[in-house]
T-cell receptor, first 108, second 112 residues
């Protein structure tokens, strides 16, 4: 069946370093959404990408949707402690198919 | 603000018990969803509903059923709870398919 693979599962960074998570779908997607889940919290919608090759920015976060609409990435520049959490992609055709998430951990 | 509420944050049940998890949204959303979340597995869709009295199976419906008698309320039922149903259960709603989903705070269910 349709799958969305997300890597890495964890990423440990020093505060101030960059962070990137990648999602790859086995099929072409109509759109992709990104969510953030803080520790102990629930997923919160960040953004939706619809167009092939689309790039969107939210402050230090940059979201990309691949030309073939099968892959996407989220890049955070200069991480801060408030960025800690798990980032999920969710690709959509008929239903949302969720990636397993990437947990961002800031090293003490 | 969209609000999705779930009946309990924590629940402990015994094997074989019938368990009801309730979800209510106040934004007149057509779509409602039930997920379970387990470490390393992300969110897995159990059931969803696009309208009152309508339901569709998600990826892992076995051992679960749902009820949507009113637009704002979507219930998840574990007919006979088992230990492998110990998990975090998340309810979500959205205005239309493919639009952003709004999540409730989750219910952490432990089945002993």
């Amino acid at each position: 069946g349709q799958q969305v693979m997300q890597i890495p599962q964890y990423q440990h960074v020093q505060e101030g370093e960059d962070f990137t998570t990648y999602c790859n779908s086995s099929t072409t997607l109509s759109n992709i959404q990104w969510y953030k889940q803080r520790p102990g919290g629930h997923p919160v919608f960040l953004i939706q990408l619809v167009k092939s090759g689309e790039v969107k920015k939210q402050k230090r976060l940059t979201f990309q949707f691949g030309e073939a609409k099968k892959n996407s990435s989220l890049h955070i520049t200069a991480t801060q402690t408030t960025d800690v959490g798990t980032y999920f992609c969710a690709g959509s055709n008929y239903q949302l198919i969720w990636g397993a998430g990437t947990k961002l951990i800031i090293k003490p | 603000d969209v609000k999705v509420t779930q009946s309990s944050r924590y629940l402990v049940k015994r094997t074989g018990e019938k368990v009801f998890l309730e979800c209510v949204q106040d934004m007149d959303h057509e779509n409602m969803f039930w997920y379970r979340q387990d470490p390393g597995l992300g969110l897995r869709l159990i059931y969803f509903s696009y309208d009152v009295k309508m339901k569709e199976k998600g990826d892992i419906p076995e051992g679960y059923s749902v009820s949507r008698e009113k637009k704002e309320r979507f219930s998840l039922i574990l007919e006979s709870a088992s230990t492998n149903q110990t998990s975090m259960y998340l309810c979500a709603s959205s205005h239309r398919s493919y639009n952003e989903q709004f999540f409730g705070p989750g219910t952490r269910l432990t089945v002993l």
